[in-house]
């Protein structure tokens, strides 16, 4: 008997390779394979020069080296002004993305499956094209409408943004394979999920970034501010676990980094607040094709005086105290920054558990990979750019000028005479007719 059932099998087996079954097609879904963690890529200088100490104090210099190395190339950076701030902000964007693909491509690699990694890449430059379009458009437009190649892409930028997606939507369909559906749409859901958390907040990150670089400088700084004082101030006097997602995380670090914080948002935005180069709106001058952040500063970076509650100015003796209103906003943003940004990195934490990896990547020693540099960084972005859109940006007339210019002659014809007609009945015109 057990022979004939070795016998069944072998035949079944020869069966299915004889009607040119693949391995992927017969082989079950069975789970998720751990994901490997990445090797310790800590430079060998640094490994020598710290071989003597304990790994917990290893881990704390490596951390503290490789963050200042960070925060320097992040002044080069803010020096070479706001496109090389956009560029570096999109370099970011297809590492973070990178990183979290190549996690779902360890998984669905190892079932021979066609097309993931190369649908992932598609999708996530069609993103792109659309969201840029959508920002080329908007602050591009006298140079768009000046070429007769950029006009025509942007009239029907929806309509070939649609139509590369759903190029990519029919290539997934055709990509399917037998017995695998499950997997592989959990896959195209994990795509899309990533496209949602790192290219829709990259955008934004570049919509705040037009409203002025403060508005970029400012929130990024808060959360890497956040950062490092509730590592210190959890590696010194951390006693008290805050979260089980991140065991590391303490109340004392929580706290001593909202506290910190905050008061590093005011006392950086005193300093910003002063330069029209941080201050401006990023604006592209087609004349000489390049960007500007030359103007007259708003109401919101000029120096006012507030006075003080009566118990504060029991205790400092001052009446009054001189401020720019901006640094009122900026408690708004490190307060968020210290209170619902470490959520972002829990988020990710949990993330990882699930995979049981210990970071993203080895990008950076000591730090993991990019992701885990930037996983507080989006819900920064999101809060920053629906704050501005709330308390701070109101009508655009340039904007609204640019759409005037595109309608036909008839159409500000028409408007014009409205307008007119409106401000003499305001009495702000009078009728010459």
Request: charged share 15%; with cysteine; proline share 5%.
């Amino acid at each position: 008997m057990p022979q004939i059932m070795i016998v069944t099998r072998i035949g079944s087996e020869n069966e299915g390779k004889a009607e040119g079954v693949s391995e992927s097609e017969t082989k079950p879904d069975t789970g998720l394979p751990e994901v490997p963690v990445p090797a310790d890529d800590t430079p060998e200088v640094l490994n020598k020069a710290l071989s003597g100490l304990s790994s917990r104090w290893k881990n704390w210099w490596v951390r503290g080296i490789l963050t200042l190395a960070m925060i320097s190339f992040f002044f080069i950076i803010i020096y070479l002004g706001p496109m090389v701030l956009m560029l570096i902000v999109l370099c970011v964007q297809i590492k973070c993305f990178q990183e979290i693909i190549h996690i779902g491509y360890s998984v669905y690699h190892s079932y021979h499956l066609p097309w993931f990694r190369t649908l992932s890449w598609y999708f996530l430059l069609c993103v792109n094209y659309f969201f840029y379009g959508e920002t080329v458009t908007d602050y591009f437009f006298n140079l768009v409408q000046r070429e007769e190649p950029l006009r025509i892409l942007s009239k029907y930028h929806r309509l070939i943004s649609f139509a590369l997606y759903l190029t990519g939507f029919c290539m997934f369909v055709l990509s399917l394979v037998k017995k695998h559906y499950r997997l592989q749409f959990y896959m195209f859901g994990w795509t899309h999920v990533t496209l949602l958390i790192v290219v829709t907040q990259s955008h934004l990150i570049i919509h705040n970034l037009f409203e002025g670089m403060i508005w970029f400088i400012v929130p990024i700084s808060c959360v890497i501010c956040n950062d490092i004082m509730a590592y210190m101030f959890g590696f010194f006097f951390g006693r008290t676990p805050l979260i089980k997602l991140s065991p590391k995380k303490t109340w004392e670090g929580f706290i001593g980094g909202f506290f910190s914080t905050v008061v590093f948002g005011i006392l950086l935005s005193y300093v910003m607040a002063g330069y029209s180069f941080f201050v401006c709106p990023v604006e592209f001058n087609s004349d000489h094709n390049s960007f500007e952040v030359d103007c007259v500063p708003s109401d919101l970076f000029q120096l006012q005086d507030y006075a003080l509650p009566a118990t504060l100015e029991s205790l400092t003796g001052w009446p009054t105290v001189r401020l720019y209103p901006f640094q009122i906003h900026s408690i708004s943003l490190s307060a968020f920054a210290s209170l619902m940004g470490p959520f972002g990195g829990f988020f990710a934490s949990g993330f990882k558990r699930a995979f049981k990896i210990k970071d993203f990547a080895n990008t950076i020693p000591g730090h993991g990979g990019i992701m885990d540099r930037f996983d507080c960084q989006y819900l920064m972005a999101t809060f920053v750019n629906v704050y501005i859109a709330s308390f701070i940006r109101g009508p655009n007339p340039a904007k609204v000028v640019q759409q005037l210019l595109a309608l036909r002659l008839d159409q500000q014809l028409n408007i014009f005479n409205s307008l007119k007609s409106h401000l003499i009945e305001r009495g702000l015109l009078e009728d010459v007719a």
